[in-house]
């Protein structure tokens, strides 16, 4: 059957441990091998540090269940933009599902395939362009997904299960051997220009990049078997483990080197940590095994990103080709566009700016998101809730208080940043009018 007709359908085959693997492959990734050190350098506290990374994950946990009402009740592909598409409607629909496929993801993807770039140039004896091995590594995904949902869900099932063993593994030895230099107090001063408030935002930026993807798995609603009752357990379940691997870990990187020292050398603070334990060996062989954790991180933007896509298709918000699905299960024509598009930002090679760009995006669409929680419940209070939000209205309340207060602090110590990513908002909005508009008047 050809690939250009609509005669295939996606197929509920993903069961909770599906759904756990995407959840825990999309959040352990380039964030926890690459931010460490940068967030090192911000804060330069080790107790800021670690208070910072549990913040963030309370934040991703409050988030979780939130999210988990909605993707309980409205178990359609395409995830966060499904849920503003009902509360707001078509145009801030589409404000949602094209910023998260043209900056959220797409954005995230280019920076893994920088630090999958990065990683492999220093296996090389630093040798190679990191945008043309960036670029490779992407054309590389492309094929990959081109077999279909079910070997690319394999694959990431398998790589999750390795990427967690090997965390696990760093998080031990930094834990077991190291001396907790990283606490010793004359060894932790604050680092400068960019402690205090500005310190806070680029530091959480990076946060928020490491736990980013704690909702991916609602994007496959449509392929979840059961997803009323499996989403909020893939979703909740998927971010705690991860909140709980990632202070573990910043533990055990505090236990040999201190802030300074993660902060020097931030692409290689897995493999300076066991270094510090077990040698020079140890830590090139930590190197090439962190290459699997980014690789199944970066797998995760290829699965979830062409199903967006699909979903925005299917109510006429992106283009009917997006709809395509192949005899493997795959929205084929959305994975070109997108292979395209992560290939292109890949090729800046600036790992810093990409996630600070995204992540100024991300947060005040969240936002936008978060609070059609309350749209839902006021405007559609029938509608039947499989899971049902802990804590209302105070619990949802304060984590939509929190996104506000943290936007506003991004927006006052970044106004350049600010500046660009509500360029990008704006021009994403412009477009959503046009198209909405467009498609009221062709059903005249």
Known sequence: MSANTNTYNLQRVLRIRDGMAVTIGMIIGAGILRTPGLIAGYLGDPWLILGLWFFGGVVV????????????????????YVYARHAWGDTMGFVTGWSELLVSRGFSGAAKAVAIAEYVRILAGDRGNIQIIALAVCVGFFFLH??????????????????????VAIAAAGIAAGDFIGFQPAL???SGPTAGLLGFALAYQSISFAYYGWEDA???????????????????????????????INVAFLGVLTPAEMSADPELIAALTISSVFGPAAGTAVTAAALIILLSSLNVNFLGLPR??????QHRLSPQAFTEVDDRGTPRKALYFISAWIGLLALSGAFEFLIRFMMTVAIAVDTMVLLGYFKLRAQR???????????????????????????????GTQPQMALGAGGMLLAILIGGVVTTRSRVNNSD
């Not at 392929?223 to 989403?231: C, H, R, S, V």
């Not at 967006?308 to 298709?313: I, M, S």
Request: charged fraction near 15%; proline fraction near 7%.
């Open 61 to 80: 946990a409050l988030s979780t269940l939130v999210l988990a009402e909605m993707s309980a009740a409205l178990p359609e592909a395409g995830g966060k």
């Open 218 to 248: 609602a994007k496959m609603a449509e392929e979840i078997k059961d997803p009323g009752t499996a989403l909020p357990k893939i979703l909740v379940g998927g971010a705690l483990a991860v909140m709980v691997l990632y202070l573990l």
């Open 308 to 313: 967006v896509a699909y979903g925005l298709a």
């Open 146 to 167: 081109t077999r279909g949902l079910k070997a690319s869900s394999q694959f990431q099932n398998i790589t999750t299960v390795i990427k967690v063993l090997i965390v």
């Open 381 to 411: 209070p029938d509608l039947e809730r499989p899971f049902v939000m802990p804590g209302h209205p105070w619990l949802p309340a304060l984590t939509i208080a929190l996104y506000i207060a943290i936007l506003a602090i991004l927006i």
């Open 188 to 190: 932790t001063e604050a």
